[in-house]
């Protein structure tokens, strides 16, 4: 009885085991497909997250912006930034958080900037052909 009884754990655990590799397998290939989707411009928002240490979200969150626009973070920016003054009783810490958050904007911004430049010239040779 107990011989069987292993056998059928070893079983279960073989195929736990296969179904597990198989899905690990999937994850990877989706992630890797994912990664080729972002080309470039993912790279290079990646590379600006663990430059300034933030992602892009968080940095969102943190100036209060919903659309990447350079206007509403240089007024949220400001706002953060004086309200959060160490001469007004405010925290250092946390304006140190709005300057990181308001450069990793802008870094964005500018890697959509030359995102939008090399893609013109492709725009306008399709449309003259």
Excluded: C, W
């Amino acid at each position: 009885m107990a011989k069987y009884l292993a056998q059928i754990i070893v079983m279960g655990a073989q195929v736990v085991g296969r179904a597990f590799a198989r899905a690990l397998r999937q994850e990877f290939a989706a992630s890797q497909a994912a990664a080729e989707a972002r080309g470039q411009a993912g790279r290079q928002s990646a590379a600006a997250s663990s430059f300034t240490g933030m992602t892009l979200q968080e940095a969102q969150q943190i100036l209060n912006i919903s659309t990447l626009t350079p206007e509403e973070i240089q007024k949220n920016y400001e706002h953060l930034f004086k309200v959060n003054d160490k001469a007004v009783g405010g925290s250092f810490y946390i304006q140190s958080k709005v300057v990181r958050a308001k450069e990793r904007l802008d870094e964005e911004l500018s890697i959509n900037q030359q995102q939008q430049t090399k893609n013109k010239p492709a725009d306008e040779q399709q449309q003259q052909t």
